[in-house]
């Protein structure tokens, strides 16, 4: 669903929001995208248990702890932080994800950054038996051929396509289903520029650009400034904002609009990913730090 952004912005230009998030209750934006094809690549390998990774507040792993139990799987998540496995229930992600039957299997920090290694492998291998593997972010050439099929005939009117990066899935899938007229931009969540070479991976086109000046210091970093935005666009338009992904991509769009970034006349398409479930999580910490918690309902 396309929602039109009723806000007068200079030079004529338009600003649409492609409503992703609302196309799973639990499973929503780019996560639904990504295990699409996933799903049905674990179903015809006969396999009935599904492994993956993330972080505490992961969209991901709700995603996939959710996802499992809607298709039968049983699913692993391979959580960072090793000092979060008696912290479960004051945790929302991590306690959405368990009371939908993922089982956590908590690693190190050190340890995870060897997840990808085959003995880090062969060893979840010897604990959980025989496992589909769903990458960190779910990004893959099944992820990204399910996010090819997020632009579709209305949007061919859009000059700009803009999203959110993680792991460089969705805006692969943007990228090779775009149409020539069409550039899209990415506005990455995390600092470093290694996201190029990833997209390059899967990207068969070259009409994309990454914006890397709005991450906010890096993935899960906010301030006041962003919460403020993120609030008032909820006012404004009734549409809720995540802060560690589109949220900072919106704020980044609307930066650039009012520093003449994009030509007259433009009509820009904003992907909305979801991962609406984060912002509980957030909210518990800012209400440590003292800061404004974020809206997303009411």
């Not at 298709?71 to 994800?97: C, H, M, S, Y």
Request: proline share 3%; net charge negative.
């Amino acid at each position: 669903m396309n929602q039109e952004i009723h806000i007068n912005f200079p030079n004529h230009i338009s600003l649409t929001i492609k409503r992703d998030d609302l196309n799973h209750p639990f499973i929503s934006g780019n996560k639904l995208r990504k295990l699409k094809y996933n799903l049905l690549q674990a179903k015809a390998e006969k396999k009935d248990t599904l492994v993956t990774f993330g972080g505490a507040f992961s969209n991901h792993i709700a995603a996939v702890a959710y996802a499992g139990k809607e298709q039968g799987f049983k699913t692993i998540g391979v959580i960072r932080g090793d000092e979060l496995f008696d912290k479960i229930e004051e945790n929302p992600t991590l306690k959405f994800a368990q009371e939908n039957g993922m089982q956590f299997e908590f690693v190190t920090r050190e340890d995870y950054r060897h997840k990808s290694d085959i003995s880090f492998i062969e060893k979840l291998k010897e604990k959980f038996g025989d496992f589909y593997l769903v990458p960190e972010g779910g990004t893959n050439e099944l992820a990204v051929k399910g996010c090819e099929e997020i632009l579709t005939a209305e949007d061919a009117v859009f000059n700009f396509v803009c999203c959110a990066v993680g792991t460089g899935g969705t805006i692969s899938g943007l990228i090779n289903s775009a149409l020539p007229n069409q550039k899209i931009l990415g506005f990455p969540a995390l600092k470093g520029d290694f996201l190029t070479d990833e997209i390059r991976i899967f990207a068969k086109q070259d009409n994309w650009n990454l914006i890397s000046d709005y991450h906010f210091g890096g993935y899960g970093k906010i301030n006041l400034e962003l919460i403020e935005f993120i609030n008032t666009f909820f006012e404004e338009t009734k549409v809720p904002l995540d802060p560690i992904y589109t949220g900072k991509m919106v704020f980044g769009v609307i930066d650039l609009i009012h520093k003449n970034y994009f030509p007259e006349n433009s009509k820009i398409l904003l992907l909305h990913t979801g991962g609406l479930q984060g912002i509980d999580g957030m909210n518990i910490k800012l209400k440590q730090k003292k800061l404004p918690i974020l809206k997303s309902n009411g």
